[in-house]
């Protein structure tokens, strides 16, 4: 079994920030991109940002300049640094990863965490 377990997430001012983080536990035999969703009420879930095993990083355009993703390999974690926080930011935040979570076999799978509330509001 993998789990993904955020931290991080609250009630913050615009203009704030809330650092996201994600801990990746459980049977692990390899993990390639790791990965920050939202999903605001109505709306799809939507990629944020992602980075691969080798720290090449992929950010939505509205919030490039603003948020930065980071990852610990040697820890399985993936962070979510978020500046200058606005309204449009407030959604439930996911976790994702694609993880290798069998012994014999080669194949990844895409795991997500539980969410965690992020509110921008004054």
């Known amino acids: 079994q993998v789990q993904l377990l955020e931290s991080g997430g609250g009630l913050v001012q615009p203009g704030g920030s809330l650092r996201l983080s994600c801990a990746a536990s459980g049977s692990i035999f390899g993990i390639n991109t790791m990965g920050w969703y939202r999903q605001a009420p109505g709306k799809e879930r939507d990629l944020v940002a992602d980075?691969?095993?080798?720290?090449?990083?992929t950010y939505t355009d509205s919030v490039k300049g603003r948020f930065t993703i980071s990852r610990d390999n040697a820890k399985n974690m993936v962070y979510l640094q978020m500046n200058t926080l606005e309204p449009e930011d407030t959604a439930v935040y996911y976790c994702s990863a694609k993880i290798r979570s069998l012994r014999w076999s080669a194949s990844f799978s895409t795991y997500w965490g539980q969410g965690t509330q992020v509110t921008v509001s004054s």
């Open positions: 980075i691969t095993s080798g720290g090449t990083t």
